[in-house]
């Protein structure tokens, strides 16, 4: 028997819109409407609780063309040498206090990875795509990339080697692409770790960077990849990745005080509360805090 495509197309806006992904399994993962907090301006952060699986989410909610509101990631180490020291490891909270950040999360992916690392400052090497106020610090490699536009828009993008930053502000990169045109992809691996995405609108001026707790048996478990591609479609985002996670998974706001303040709980050196020294990280500068 022939069935049309018309009739395979209207089947399938059928499960979607019945809670079926793209595998055929329906989804189980519930997210509440976020309850969103004004920050900064152009700065709103939601707290959500999943239930099951038993996640914590942190969101930051940014909208790229308020006035006053500029990205920055991490620069060039002094003594840069590409694909070996390419930046200087800090924690986030360290980031965003030397560089007057409203915001930050941690970023690329990064080499070496040992005990010493993890504590300490020193040489990196960033994997992927990296760029700082438009200079190069780590060249693509394929992994998808949250890109900053020196015309102020944003996108997340699979992005290659030799990629042209001509246009480029600020870019951070990890993998896999978690959501692309709206969809999430298939994936296979079932692994739960904490996880921290960055994620776009279609028209390029609403920015998503979330958090996700794990490796905490009662408190949040950690997602999979396709629960973090659910947890930004559902958060309205077009396209997003995933960056650096478990023990590197870290927001950080400045507080009323002007001082640090972590928003998630994680788990940098293998126990809650604490935090790792990481390859890079990327953040927001505001012109003046929220009233």
């Given at each position: ?151 102020g ?31 999430v992809?298939?994936?296979a691996?079932p692994?739960r ?46 396209d ?52």
């Open positions: 028997m022939k069935i049309s495509r018309r009739f395979v197309r209207f089947g399938l806006s059928v499960l979607l819109l019945s809670g079926w992904n793209c595998c055929g399994m329906l989804s189980a993962l519930e997210l509440p409407d976020p309850e969103w907090k004004p920050l900064f301006p152009g700065i709103d952060h939601a707290a959500i609780q999943v239930e099951e699986p038993l996640l914590k989410v942190n969101v930051l909610r940014i909208q790229a063309d308020t006035p006053g509101l500029s990205f920055y990631s991490t620069g060039r180490i002094a003594g840069y040498e590409a694909d070996k020291a390419e930046t200087d490891r800090q924690t986030v909270p360290d980031f965003l206090k030397e560089h007057g950040l409203a915001a930050a999360v941690n970023a690329n992916f990064y080499s070496p990875f040992n005990g010493y690392t993890r504590k300490n400052r020193g040489p990196s090497d960033a994997k992927g795509l990296a760029v700082s106020d438009g200079v190069l610090v780590s060249p693509a490699n394929g992994y998808g990339s949250f890109v900053v536009r020196k015309d828009l944003c996108e997340v993008k699979t992005t290659q080697k030799d990629e042209p930053i001509d246009a480029v502000d600020q870019a951070v990169s990890g993998r896999p692409m978690l959501l692309e045109d709206g969809q992809p298939e994936f691996d692994a770790h904490p996880r921290t995405l960055a994620a776009v609108s279609a028209d390029g001026k609403t920015v998503w960077f979330v958090t996700i707790d794990g490796r905490q048996a009662g408190f949040s478990i950690g997602a999979t990849y396709a629960e973090c591609g659910e947890i930004l479609q559902k958060l309205g985002a077009d997003g990745v995933n960056l650096d996670g478990g023990g590197s998974t870290t927001m950080t706001v400045r507080g009323e005080d002007g001082q640090p303040k972590v928003l998630n709980r994680p788990v940098g050196l293998g126990k809650p509360y604490t935090l790792r020294h990481n390859g890079n990280a990327i953040g927001v500068r505001v012109a003046e805090p929220a009233k």
